[in-house]
């Protein structure tokens, strides 16, 4: 690990104000992925600003009848939180099915939306990757592709998000709210929020260097059956192959996103307007412009049966 300077910040603004301040500059909260990128050298801020010390790990209603989430609410927290059980159902499973106790006792709102790919490449230095070096190429592309992205890739990467949490916040339509070094506040749709890979898959999100998330919003509940199912390859502490965050209606409309199959939570609100038809009709909109490789070409099929799953359970209990 390279060596950094450290400070506790006090307010939110100082906390974006110091980031601008000293370039290579991070904000550290929970730690559960930037520490291991930096014990790899893969991340090596200049930097640290601890922003424990801020107070933004309430959880509160809004005005018009949702929910706000602190940027330092813990994953265990908002996983168990009365509202999020109730209203947001959805949520609260795809918190619980990822990683483990331990890490969802530390791990933050904010962080998990902004932990980065655990593409292999991306983790061995000795790989060329385009996010962790622009420009040295994409070693997964000729490489061993079984868990990379089948859709939204570029020629210069095919890594996956591997947020469950992002996922169901995807299907939720939350905002991220943030504020930058002059105080100034902005308010980012989830679905602007994470990046396409294009040519600069190093630039993952919408915010700027010295922008610190200080919520993220949920809108008035929805209701409808809420579900979220992952495939992985082992029963817990394991990354999506795929993963389905769905809110069905009892008229068979709703909301899907997907995870584990790009760069960012893939959902196609046109695709939703299929719902009443079934997931392969849902899936052949979702799933349009695909480019898997011959190692991932699984994640199809796999998405829609596991999308057949998700719609026949919430038949089942609207049914009931």
């Not at 996103?257 to 307007?273: I, L, S």
Request: proline share 4%; aromatic share 4%; hydrophobic share 40%.
């Amino acid at each position: 690990m390279k060596a950094f300077s450290y400070e506790r910040a006090r307010t939110p603004a100082e906390a974006a104000a110091a980031a601008a301040k000293t370039r290579g500059a991070k904000f550290i909260a929970g730690g559960t992925n930037l520490l291991d990128l930096m014990k790899l050298e893969i991340e090596a801020p200049t930097h640290l600003i601890d922003v424990n010390g801020l107070a933004l790990d309430q959880i509160t209603a809004t005005e018009d009848g949702g929910l706000r989430i602190g940027a330092l609410v813990r994953n265990t927290d908002l996983a168990a939180h009365e509202r999020v059980r109730r209203d947001y159902g959805l949520l609260s499973r795809a918190l619980l099915a990822g990683a483990s106790g331990q890490l969802r006792n530390k791990a933050t709102t904010a962080g998990n939306l902004l932990q980065r790919t655990r593409c292999p490449y991306f983790y061995d230095t000795n790989q060329a990757c385009n996010k962790r070096l622009p420009g040295t190429g994409c070693s997964a592309r000729d490489g061993f592709s079984r868990q990379h992205a089948v859709v939204g890739a570029s020629e210069a990467c095919i890594a996956t998000h591997p947020s469950d949490m992002a996922v169901a916040m995807r299907a939720l339509d939350a905002t991220v709210e943030t504020v930058n070094a002059s105080g100034q506040q902005r308010r980012i749709p989830i679905a602007d929020f994470h990046r396409l890979p294009g040519k600069t898959p190093h630039i993952e999100t919408a915010l700027t260097s010295d922008e610190l998330i200080t919520a993220v919003t949920l809108p008035k509940p929805v209701g409808g059956v809420q579900l979220y199912h992952k495939v992985r390859d082992r029963a817990s502490y394991a990354f999506a192959l795929v993963s389905v965050a769905a809110i069905v209606q009892k008229d068979g409309n709703g909301h899907v996103a997907v995870g584990g199959v790009a760069h960012k939570p893939w959902r196609v609100e046109a695709a939703e307007r299929e719902l009443p038809r079934g997931a392969q009709a849902v899936s052949k909109k979702l799933f349009a412009g695909a480019r898997p490789t011959h190692e991932n070409e699984y994640k199809l099929m796999l998405a829609e049966r596991t999308l057949a799953s998700v719609l026949a359970q919430a038949r089942t209990q609207s049914e009931g």
